[in-house]
């Protein structure tokens, strides 16, 4: 026999997690004991839940799944922006909660961490708006079924999931997990994917100057090689959202650059929106992406490939998995290049940060220059939202070097969580260099302490530019003035004998 | 004419407000601009929203109300766990969040800070599971009414509020707010009021031994004069639940100490449980405040006087409001001293903290000695969930001192903020002092920089127990330990030329 | 000792509940029996949950309140439709509902009359979409509170109630009820009240023809006398809307007809809209209401006086009662007849239905000219949605002679079962006499049957024309053509030897 | 090019419907024109949505899947009863509304058919909890997706739906309905699988008298004919749930009757009870399937195959579909008939209803009797909820002949409609018998007459026992007792000279 925490320790162990993030509390002090047993999976302690949450998140971008530990309501609403975030972010991180004994509501007793009421089901709720799906585990003949149910949700639609467990029910004994591949069980129609394919090829291979765009939805939707197989068969140029930079290789021959309308990479908007005809993968239009609608897209040469639809010039095809389109399609499209000749020939002077030099005064320009430099196969860039987002852009990536930002959520604080959680799933194999404004830094700022503790051996730039400046930009005003801090004394204070980092800073 | 966000500015003044705490963010910019052009109201940066959410809180304890503007989804989740603690604690905390234009919706846009579909009402669905009214202004008729009717929402019930403003409205012109009193409107039931205090009388009148126990509810119910009055009158001993220390002045002669079930103030108990009358005013009794249902309360004997019902050994009355009840029922009761003559009788040794000495190493135990020695008419102690509650129910306040405890909720962390809002609302009149833990003090310990930033002058003792240690006592295991810092080295990174701390570590 | 049904069955004989409705079932069963045993109360058995619930909307009409009682989910969603309705025309009708053993969730069963799944509270979470409270109750010591406060809010807010009572727990002891006036507790805030009856009464006192409007929403805010006091003091002209015919005297000096935008009384609308001050009391105007927006306001001449606030030419007063507004207003406005004088002066030829003779041949007018002269003040009229709207609301109705619409919901079939509930509430006083079209008749027609089991001695008109004629007015298509009946027979199948009605009808 | 209705209306052809049941309102009359466009599609006049809700039942029953479009909100939640009766019963329901206009929200206005507020989405909100999926279709651009979508969640899940579709987009020119096969995507895991397989064989082929038990979810899970091949192969004593009467072959060798606790078919529970080893499945046992759960079946000797999981003696094994499970069993289990043989030997005398006479004195048993005779291949029975499902239960089924009865749900009145909607979905293939209490009668009696109006050629014995008979079992009282009618006479009333029925009527 297994107990229910058991299990689903197991459970977590066999989908892939190595590292969990937690905040203790007295609802879950009986569930981490036995995920302790576990000798496969490592408890890493956060400041706050927040960060536990980010740290998640970044966890997940690496290593495809996700999970954290928090105590009952005090511990889920304090992560709830974060799992916001892995929602919008389509990122599979399990959020675990201890929740009440099953008998204190039959029993109409009134609890600590709650609000004071008798309705504990609240969490739940209010998780359930940002999960694919929220459980509260308060039996033990569904327990497993539960657990593995949800967990399936969160890999079936790469969105996050709650499991609240009853604090008196966590260690019942239940049956032990059994073989099971957690493999999505969505699959295409197969005579949508045909129409859709024929359709798409029929209108692409007509095409003069067709051209490719890829979109964030490759990742949740496992299509990355598909697409770079589409690319290699068609050789059409292509362009990456800026949500997507990093997804493709941006040493290939056809790369274009980024895509983000009005602020594009010099030339790429030019071809992609003078193509007569372009197909967007898995990409998704917001204000910001499309920095406020700015794209000259006209709906009769499109094609949207969506996670599990695609739509040509209008007609809907629905129940076509990215994945099986973009593979179908590479064997029914004709090779053209004229998109990225057109390309080169317009192309204008390299938009690389110019070379900068050792003595050379601190810029902005010049430290993404020296950053530049610093990339590897073995690298990673994340960048905070704000300026940075703009900078980071305009990298020049090298094969193999990874790239994360939260645009689509864009909640600041984000980066210095998720860095902690990404530099521990990659540990031993990847170098993660952050990027991180002030403002943002001063949101999450104590996890700094963590990734001495767990020694994660991360760089962090952080650029103090005096306050919310991508915000001073569109609208200023003295909310936009933060309070300065000395940034190097601040690692002094999270480093001990045991453990220490190193940190500098540049008088402005 | 006003615009809208200007109405609302002129209300938060009107009801009591002179800060309000922030964190910017593009869906918000417009409207804080406009809050700033009001100067009766200053703006309070935070570090983050969690922390904002906090500082509300604290400043709503000091203030009777208190507001926060956020910006959208970002914003708003990051603090949810805060109006949570606010809901829990009766605490009338505005929470203003922009939000997306009006035309987003129709035109079925996709928006950056969302959770990337076309649902943007998610964030007032979970906000309203922990207010008490959540609303959308997205139309300018109805804006007026429904910022007032959610403010007074929040008044009437002392509960807090979301109200989320289209970002494209909140510059609308509307009329300017009228004469309105933001009064309670509800009132007793005037039968039901004569027939509770009359029944209530008749069993306290001829009981031997009655006594009083006052509750968490007393001031959400405005009704801590009320009670004042009854003591005065009735002259029964009297003792506060933990919840409700420094509702009630400890320094007068009826003062019994704590009941807190198990752990109460020596001889307290014994005192309220073997009375043959008691009437609880304004508890609740929880897990936590009952010290695990550990009350030994005999329901015939009992009187509970609820926020807006009385049950009198059983019998319920409904639509008494608790301060009404108090007042009335001060009428009709007979004076009678024998509970707390019984409790001078058998009261033990003080149970005070023993004089320390200037060079007696740092324990708990002398901490709390020297610091009982500082407090006067003008402190305020705050202690964070944790060890802390223990101690600081042991201390002795003088007439005058109040004391600040988020026992319902019991988030930790949450102390740094409120310290900072508490010692805004009373600067100039009041030091607070606050007793913080390791463990809570790292959740949240950036807005010390805002505290220096803004000068609260306020004392903090962080106890510096290596991790969890309440945990550690109810259950111990690894993940109560935690990353140690050089505290004081911390106030050294926030502190700079133009305004800084001081700072002192005791080595262990 | 009482139990909980006792409980409940004494407050609903309390407010003044004397007939109440009922589809009895497995889990009300025993509710009903104890609800039996109150002598007060006279059980009304319907066909079915939709019929009882529109029985229970008739009967609050007449009577202020009312209650009606089904068994879980099969009930209760049958009857939501009613229930929207009643909340849409301010009804406090409150729903019971047996629900499910306390026990059944904690032990995870699955019940019969459910989704089959374990959450059994949907019917509760659906209800509360349209009632203004919707509680279950589960646990005996709050019992009498939630009962009590539940029905408080429906009194309150003139909506309808939801109240669950797990099956196992209606016998349960509880100590009886209470004295308890069951009055609304909501005031006027003072302030804002003196400001707005000042602004009001400078407008119009300054004004040269000023007009009232009457609405529907004088009943809810209990404001019928209120507004007949100003008509009297003002000597304005005065119309109604067509939702609020009835709730003021036709047969007064200044009464100008119905305003319904485009389709008003002959010169009512031309008087309203030329008017350069006009107060709307207790109006609200939909695309009905307003005959699709239709009608000619000018914001800075209107007065609105809602049910809880007034806008005076776009400046808006909260928490203005609407009773208490009109009462003030009386106090400070001056006499002014123009507007009723001008609407003397253009007044066309009378609008009555033409005299019908005995022989003339059955025709819509007809009908309605025979009807009128049927009506004395003792007469109730009803008429149910579609044409019927029109041709009631041409009627002349003699002083006390009351009538019924639901234009608001508008749900067809509604009025067999509200004339079934009116006629019981008013039996012996008053005669009530419907108007219903074949296609509303058939919707519930079966209730009939009922109304001959209780003699409830009421006239039914039913006016086949077809189908449903007031589509096939605004969009004519096959669906609009229903099967006929022989009606007269039907009345026939439902008598029986202990009790009969009597039919007839004309052949076509 | 399309509209958004016409692209509804072909795929409701496509997938399979014939008939479709309305009742017409001024929301949806625009989408009914063009639903009558498409000649495949047959429009059904209910008499209420209710009725058409019953109806949509029944249909789904014989032809797999239906639609009801009925109009806003009064619709809606007229119907909504029936469809959470659908949601229990595993019935893919398409209920389509129409909605509206998509700019009455912007705005601001308010509208007929609703509650009087400014939020219409309360409808959708409630059919939510019924559905699988509910959607409002507001935009053009994601019609196409979100009609397709909505219609696959109905198929894969067979369960209900809810289409909103604003009034003035349904005419919105998109691109029409491309090949789609609405085919379930849902697949077992196949490592589970084999698992759950080999566990449940082991178990099986070790025992020494193993029998079957065929439960209600076999249908939804389209796992009858797979059963069926485990039952040949097995040569099991196979018995079925009185939820699955009629899903299994009663005339086949191995048959035992119906499993129901303490109230099974003689013998039947004796030789389940006493196996070594049962296999239920798509079982689920509620207090009614169970007769309050009066079955005796030891845990470790169960198999549950349930529609995606199967629990073998404790151990889950998810993601394994009932159809998979059985067909995969089927080819690893030995044949063994020794619980059939056990069963044929204790079987006692035959529960057969004995032979009637003609000239017999009408009682229960003997109608049933004769009802027995009455069946052949072509025969459908159907029974309403009460206590026709106990004399249903104990008929013997020829071959062929279906079996209706909706026992989770269990909301009397049910069979009315069901009838209707069965009855035209199998016209001229096969006769559908109803036994209906009068009690369940008199709930939806009217659509009787659109029986007659579209010659459904069905036969109903309405068994008057003069009230809620089966409730008077349980607990008796006045609520008990209805209204007489005389049910011949209703005949004569729905009968016109354009169509009629046929009736007759035994005196009591």
Known sequence: MSTIRQYLANRLQQIGINDYFIVPGDYNLALLDQMLLNEHLHMINCCNELNAGYAADGYCRANGVAAMVVTFSVGGLSAVNAIAGAYAEDLP?????????TNAAPLHQLLHHTTGEHDFRYVRD???KVTVKSVIIDDAQTAAYLIDDTIMHAVRHQKPVYIEIACNLSGYPIEPPQALSFLNVNRSDALSLEAAVSCAASMLNNAKKPALVAGVKLRPAKATSAMQLLIDVSRYGVAAMPTAKGFIDETQKNYMGIYWGAISSPSCANIVESSDAYLFAGTILTDYSSTGYSMVIDPHKLIVANIDSVVVAGVTFNQVLLADFLSELAKKIHLNTASYDAFKRIQGEADMYQTAELNDPIKIRNVFSKLEKMLNADSTVMVDTGDSWFNGARLHLPKG??????????SIGWSVG????????????????????DGSFQMTAQEIA?????????????INNGGYTIEAEIHDGPYNIIKNWQYSELIKAFSTEENHAWACQEKK
Do not use: D
């Not at 991180?93 to 004994?101: A, E, F, K, L, Q």
């Not at 070097?401 to 645009?407: G, K, L, N, S, W």
């Open 418 to 437: 998720a860095t902690f959680g990404y530099a521990l799933a990659t540990k031993g194999k990847r170098r993660v260099i952050s990027c991180i404004g």
């Open 93 to 101: 991180v399990i959020i675990i909660s201890g929740g009440p004994n």
């Open 450 to 462: 963590n990734m001495i503790r767990y020694q994660a051996n991360l760089i962090i730039f952080i």
């Open 401 to 410: 070097c990874t790239y994360e930002v939260q645009m689509q959520y864009g």
């Open 126 to 128: 209010m998780l359930e």
